[in-house]
């Protein structure tokens, strides 16, 4: 991808990302997204959508029509940064997804990823914890006429998508065309957390902005391409990107 058509479209994510900057608001947001009054979207955009992106126009143009995309992970506060931009919480969907399922108590919540038997374990769980009502366990498998046909037969209230990019985010923008008020999140791995097949990094780590080194020493073979060859790209496309931004900016020294 050319240093123009980056620019345009890492520049039409960041544009579209909301940042939450403090508790309040992030429960402001919880509230918004407990009471959808049709079909609502959430993304997270972390360094590796921001690599897809750049090489894939059709997983973009899905992400670009999440209702709220948030920022995930130390990688886009870099990007923020190296932007002059303030990069607000760091709005990880393995911290805010049980948040929503919190809001979405007794009422009626699908799962539809993964695969068994941690599907199973992570639904069983969700209604031992959270108090949800699971109406629809699918796993992430299957077409996306599948995942229509169950939205439109069960009416599930909350739709945790745990497909990974850039699967999940396809078939939440072909979900958001049914006419039903229901929230769709895009959960990545957090069916397989809250599933027991991987874990969290300690706290500490996760602080540190370290929970991606955590993962790929649990699973170097799934992960290596994403955190050991995708890693150093994003951070060369994020200096790509400042540095054609910094060169469009009036009044700022070209090279900075």
């Known amino acids: 991808m050319g240093k123009a058509t980056l620019q345009t479209s890492w ?3 960041i544009g579209k990302l909301r940042v939450v900057n403090d508790d309040a608001e992030e429960r402001r947001l919880l509230d918004t997204l407990a009471a959808p ?3 609502t979207v959430v993304g997270f955009v972390n360094a590796h959508a921001m690599n897809l992106v750049a090489g894939n126009a059709q997983y973009a143009e899905a992400l670009l ?6 920022r995930d992970g130390a990688g886009m506060k870099i990007l923020y940064r190296r932007l002059g931009l303030e990069p607000g919480l760091n709005m990880n969907g393995t911290d805010l997804i049980p948040k929503l399922l919190a809001a979405y108590k007794g009422r009626r919540v699908a799962f539809w990823g993964t695969e068994e038997p941690f599907l199973t374990q992570a639904a069983e769980r969700s209604e031992a914890l959270f108090g949800v009502h699971l109406v629809s366990v699918q796993h992430g498998f299957a077409d996306v006429q599948t995942y229509i046909d169950l939205a439109r037969q069960l009416q599930p209230e909350l739709i945790v998508l745990g497909m990974g990019m850039p699967k999940q985010e396809a078939v939440a923008a072909r979900l958001a065309s049914i006419d039903a008020p ?4 895009c959960g990545g791995a957090i069916l397989d957390f809250l599933g027991g097949k991987v874990t969290r990094a300690p706290q500490w780590l996760r602080q540190l902005g370290g929970e991606w080194v955590y993962r790929l020493a649990h699973e170097p073979k799934r992960l290596f391409m994403r955190y050991v060859v995708g890693n150093p790209m994003f951070l060369a496309r994020t200096l790509l ?3 054609a931004t910094a060169q469009d900016t009036p009044g700022t020294p070209r090279g900075t």
């Open 182 to 185: 229901s929230l769709i999140v």
């Open 37 to 39: 009054e049709r079909a």
């Open 241 to 243: 990107c400042s540095k």
């Open 11 to 13: 520049k039409a994510v």
């Open 65 to 70: 029509a999440a209702d709220v995309l948030l």
